[in-house]
């Protein structure tokens, strides 16, 4: 696998997009992106658990189950969430101007908005923007659509890489934002990739959903999960490898490896850059009875207030993580638990060990505040009592995530 | 039933107490606590769901088996937890201690801890202080054992009032700690209730933990459940009321209600001390189709880290209240929720109406940026799907609690 230093979606064949102002926010900053496939493309996608799901997410559900979708506009300034049956027909309009404008079936475009919460969209403001992206997509458009969804991000967040399957080059490129209501549920607050791979429809989604799993329902900012939430994949074939059909192909396994390479990338950019964060938190749990139970333990971790407070202050406080460990519903025997602070090249390679068998130890201190002044800082704890891992990603609590959600928004 | 302003738990007949300095903070406060009761007394506790629970919570759960509990000792500025074997028999030391002076079994004895994890006791100075503090216990002793229990606390929480059952003046007294890491799991940190009320040891035991569901369990101030949560009454029979040995008596409900307000008081005082905060918030919900569902919903609220922050910035941004209705994993139907932000003297008495059948509706900000900006911020959820109800409580966001838990510990 390559990656692609700054490569964007465009990178991949057929897929053009572009980003730009249609005024909705009063920065005058962008804020409508389109994805766009030339070639007929099979789509997948995952969506908020959320019980309060926002328009486009209800909008998508339908429109996601033909699975071939050929378009994506998303918008930002606006969530378009908690606006009743008006918010509904809104982001059918919006699926409708773009259908028009790209001569397609309005159920092959999905939509999304992120911003602020129940206030209806201006709809003049959509629709001339949406007449005007139509014209102007284009394959040097991956930054302008990748910086068209960004809200409080700091960054865009972006990544790709190419692989050869049947000696043919195919490319996964994706984008994403994210920054704050980070707690995902099946689901992440927009991550868009695209691809040129040739793939069976029933393949895309079950690839998807078990990456997903494993790389944006594995990060968390501040614990609250959006109701705008959405990851999807398009893939438009136009590498023109042979179809995968087959779970035990050379090919499956190798384009999982990158759609999953994407993501996760996608997942940690999220996470490096939520709101306020100073620091990329990378809570590694091995010997977990199940991959359920090494999950919970690394999720409870990232979710505490007190250890990602503690993180910010660069306080080797482990006491914190165990404590977090102790109440994360996950089955475990507290006495064989190993805490070890990790250091920035390799979440595996040991750092300094804190806690043993449970209980605190005698450690370099210095040593021990030198890997929380990384700015990627990497905790490792072994349960000892299984054969399964996993990995969560989050941020430090710093005065500014309270500034940024302290802010009068209205 | 009567409050005693200024009330502490020496109002409660047969409790002597005091607080000491036993030079276990840097500081000099007081950091050594003991409620003692001269006349035998029957007890009842609740105690952390943390998987990691703290050498005192280790000993207590087996000394309060006997249910006749006459002294409690707790220090401050050091939590004896994830401390392993050396922590437990110090812990141990510390009943013994108290059980030598005071002239009682060990077993009658319960042992509390607060403050950094994962260092041992410095059991010199606990001995010291322990030999010290039992010969100071008096009646005026309440005060000083209410600050000795502190940690970040920036104000001691006691509660008194009394009932009249049989003619005998009965009165129920406690005093607590909150601050950090409060999001207790069946119990919570450091609540000490006391009572002379007579009193089956059975009955005292289903009260309290009924009771508990409701006061304690309902706060988070940042949704970490500590390892050394424990809330725990003894009554000691000296208001000589006819024994209370039925459910059905009218003594049983008259001290139920008693008991249920001082823990209720307790439990508001600690969200309101939350680590940073500067308002209590109330969420209460109504219309649920049970209390699992309406507990759910309210402490989902209360937890929100993007809810908090919103009222701290006294922003109505309903938006985030909706969105973390929505994650809760109550069952509930979006479409018929209402929400209100209340005003300060009756979280029933409505507010402004803010969002309706699940959406947006116009308000006047003026007035809501108002009822933001009480010490007390009430909010009212209508799910309007049921018959049940629930109140939790918690604080807002800081700055400060940030600052105050990335300050270096160590």
Same mark, same amino acid.
């Given at each position: 696998m390559k990656i692609i230093k700054d490569g964007t979606i465009t990178n991949v064949k057929g897929i053009k997009a572009a980003g730009i102002s249609a005024q909705l926010k009063k920065s005058g900053k962008k804020d409508l992106a389109l994805i766009y496939s030339g070639k007929k493309a099979v789509s997948a996608a995952v969506f908020t658990k959320n019980l309060v799901k926002a328009a486009p997410i209800i909008l998508n559900m339908e429109n996601i189950k033909?699975? *071939?979708?050929q378009a994506i506009i998303v918008n930002s300034g606006n969530a378009n969430s908690c606006t009743g049956e008006t918010g509904l027909e809104n982001a059918k309009k919006m699926t409708e101007f773009a259908a028009n404008e790209l001569g397609l079936k309005k159920e092959e475009i999905l939509v999304q908005s992120t911003g602020i919460i129940g206030v209806q969209l201006d709809m003049k403001k959509i629709e001339t923007g949406i007449s005007k992206i139509c014209k102007e997509i284009s394959k040097d458009g991956g930054n302008d659509a990748a910086a068209a969804i960004m809200t409080t991000d700091t960054f865009t967040k972006q990544i790709c890489a190419e692989i050869e399957i049947d000696g043919k080059t195919v490319t996964v490129a994706g984008m994403a934002k994210g920054s704050g209501m980070i707690h995902p549920n099946m689901a992440t607050m927009l991550a868009f990739t695209v691809t040129d791979v040739n793939i069976e429809k029933s393949l895309l989604q079950k690839i998807f959903s078990e990456i997903t799993d494993s790389?944006? *329902?594995?990060?968390?900012?501040?614990?609250d999960t959006s109701t705008n939430d959405m990851a999807c994949v398009i893939a438009n074939g136009a590498s023109e490898n042979k179809k995968i059909v087959d779970e035990n192909s050379e090919g499956y396994s190798k384009f999982k490896e990158a759609l999953y390479f994407v993501n996760q990338e996608l997942a940690k950019l999220i996470a490096k850059d939520g709101e306020g964060a100073t620091k990329l938190i990378e809570v590694t749990v091995t010997g977990a009875k199940s991959k359920k139970d090494a999950q919970k333990v690394a999720k409870s971790v990232i979710t505490s207030s007190l250890f990602k407070a503690a993180v910010f202050g660069e306080d080797p406080n482990w006491g914190r993580i165990l404590c977090a460990v102790g109440y994360s519903e996950a089955e475990l025997i507290v006495d064989k638990i190993n805490i070890f602070l990790g250091n920035?090249?390799?979440?595996?390679?040991?750092?300094?060990?804190?806690?043993?068998n449970g209980m605190g130890i005698e450690f370099d201190n210095e040593k021990a505040v030198k890997i929380l002044k990384n700015e990627k800082v990497e905790i490792l704890i072994e349960l000892n009592d299984g054969e399964f891992s996993s990995t969560a990603w989050g941020c430090d609590l710093s005065y500014d995530y309270v500034k940024i959600n302290a802010e009068y928004h209205t």
């Open positions: 033909n699975g *071939n979708t790389t944006f *329902n594995m990060i968390s900012v501040d614990g920035d090249t390799n979440a595996l390679q040991k750092g300094v060990q804190v806690a043993k």
